[in-house]
């Protein structure tokens, strides 16, 4: 028996397969293997157990175990080859997440009108190598760095921003970018955003994230950086995000639209 695949499955996940539920008991099984084969847990080339091993780990039979395994090769997420045993055929790839631009840029702009910010910093200075590599700048070319810190309507900092913006001819001085909303700015600018691309992760704030935040100096954070581009694909814009965990969630709400049952 296959002990690792049998790891992938919790003991309520056998006893929820009961012979009296209404579906087929061979077809609970099929879906547990399935779900865990499209999510990539059994990866692609692994050895599944033999349908004696399969039926011994779920208490069935060995029929509805070959039935389940057929099921699986029949979807072509399986191979079976006599004496050579069946083998996971599926490539799991991850997919990123999706969500339609205008209504986040509309969000991210109202989030902007509804807590209030504190420009540090407003400078067009030359930005570090990886940045300038990043935005497409000639070497002593110079982009806008923004620093700010966003807090609630209270007036509790959650958020601690470093951005670089290329192509900005108006708009960026302290003034306007605490009365104004940024992303507004860029766009009266006739940059256009068409894509936004976002990295969530987590690091540890500084002395100066940890002082504009509340936090202790090491404390975590969750981290975001955005790259936001034009229409011909052109890079402009980059956002550091660090976020005070115990004030802020990072939430998506996606549609189930184009969600197809099966």
Excluded at 177 to 206: C, H, M, P, W
């Amino acid at each position: 028996m296959s002990s690792a695949i049998e790891k992938l499955f919790s003991k309520r996940d056998l006893e929820l397969m009961q012979s009296e539920a209404p579906t087929p008991l061979y077809f609970q099984m099929y879906s547990l293997l399935k779900g865990r084969i499209l999510d990539g847990s059994i990866a692609h080339g692994t050895q599944m157990p033999t349908e004696q091993q399969l039926a011994e780990m779920f208490g069935v039979s060995r029929i509805t175990a070959k039935r389940a395994m057929d099921e699986l090769a029949a979807d072509e997420l399986v191979e079976r080859r006599r004496g050579k045993g069946s083998h996971v055929t599926h490539h799991y790839e991850p997919e990123p997440v999706q969500a339609p631009l205008v209504g986040m840029l509309e969000k991210l702009a109202s989030m902007g009108r509804q807590t209030r910010i504190k420009v540090l910093d407003v400078e067009k200075v030359i930005p570090p190598a990886d940045i300038r590599s990043e935005l497409g700048l000639a070497k002593g070319e110079k982009a806008h760095r923004v620093i700010r810190v966003r807090s609630s309507e209270e007036g509790e900092p959650f958020a601690y921003y470093i951005s670089w913006t290329v192509g900005i001819k108006k708009g960026f001085s302290k003034r306007e970018l605490e009365t104004n909303v940024r992303l507004d700015t860029i766009k009266e600018n006739g940059l256009i955003l068409s894509k936004v691309e976002q990295y969530l992760g987590a690091d540890a704030a500084n002395n100066e994230v940890a002082r504009e935040l509340e936090l202790k100096a090491g404390a975590p954070t969750l981290t975001l950086v955005r790259h936001s581009y034009t229409k011909d694909g052109k890079l402009v814009d980059i956002l550091f995000c660090q976020y005070n965990p115990k004030r802020f969630q990072y939430r998506m709400s996606l549609s189930m639209d184009d969600y197809h049952s099966e």
